[in-house]
């Protein structure tokens, strides 16, 4: 099978000073496999390896019209609380199974994959029984929590406003399609995404940038041209890996994550317009 190089345009380096033994940054090449249909929901998805890493850039401003931006949602804590459901599904069985919770200990990871096996082999402990089963029972009691949760304040007006500008938005998640799709339908939000790009279109999953190159190929997009909203270290460390600008908007339960990495730290999504997102210098701060 043919490896096909795609350059993807850099941004442009900080000024560090000199480095006598480097005359430029090296270029950023990601090997595009034959693409496979039915990854991601746009025609076309693929599967990236990184090949250089990503130093620490600023940005030059994004040009063009609003048509030619993107905006990238992550999905679990940014358009939907589906993360207070996933504390709460935990917290229910290690109550049923009279075994301590380590509440903080579970925060921390938040944005990682949860209901696996191993993961929760490793949490509960003996008193799992079979593990597979053990997910069975927690993913069951997540989904009844999360059956009628509202999308997070800000979220509809501010795709409202990508309509109207023409500013294509998208997806990319690290959870399950079943589960992101499902929801978006539900809220009446999935005609808002050009495409919607979830862990089971890639081969890696978030803090790997997977996810992120996946949403970029399938929209046609660059990274300059784009920002990820983003509510865990985690999904900023992919966001970032990526190459995109990032707006970390943590909730109750992830506004203990490190997100420094981020370019600008939001209260809520309440009252952002894309003004605000694609004014974003590097490292910006926190409003």
Do not use: N
């Amino acid at each position: 099978m043919a490896h096909h190089p795609m350059t993807v345009p850099q941004p442009v380096p900080c000024d560090t000073g000199p480095h006598p033994a480097e005359s430029h940054q090296p270029d950023i090449h990601f090997v595009l496999p034959t693409l496979r249909p039915g990854l991601g929901e746009m025609s076309r998805s693929a599967r990236y390896q990184t090949h250089a890493q990503i130093g620490i850039f600023t940005y030059p401003e994004i040009g063009g019209t609003m048509a030619d931006r993107i905006l990238v949602f992550d999905f679990d804590g940014v358009i939907v609380d589906t993360e207070s459901a996933v504390v709460a599904g935990w917290r229910a069985e290690c109550a049923d199974l009279d075994i301590h919770f380590d509440e903080k200990a579970f925060l921390a990871t938040l944005g990682q994959q949860s209901l696996r096996p191993e993961r929760v082999a490793q949490i509960l402990g003996e008193a799992a029984g079979d593990p597979p089963a053990a997910v069975l029972r927690i993913r069951s009691r997540v989904r009844a929590l999360a059956l009628e949760l509202p999308a997070l304040p800000g979220v509809r007006e501010l795709l409202a406003e990508a309509r109207d500008a023409g500013v294509r938005t998208a997806v990319a998640s690290g959870a399950a399609r079943e589960w992101v799709t499902g929801h978006l339908e539900r809220l009446g939000l999935r005609p808002a995404f050009a495409g919607v790009f979830c862990r089971d279109d890639v081969a890696a999953a978030k803090p790997a940038p997977d996810v992120y190159l996946a949403a970029l190929a399938g929209l046609g997009a660059t990274a300059e041209a784009a920002v990820a909203i983003e509510d865990t270290a985690t999904g900023v460390t992919a966001a970032k890996a990526a190459g995109l600008r990032c707006v970390a908007v943590p909730g109750p339960l992830t506004a203990g994550h490190d997100l420094a990495a981020a370019d600008l730290v939001l209260p809520s999504l309440t009252g952002i317009g894309l003004d605000d997102l694609f004014s974003l210098q590097a490292r910006a701060g926190t409003v």
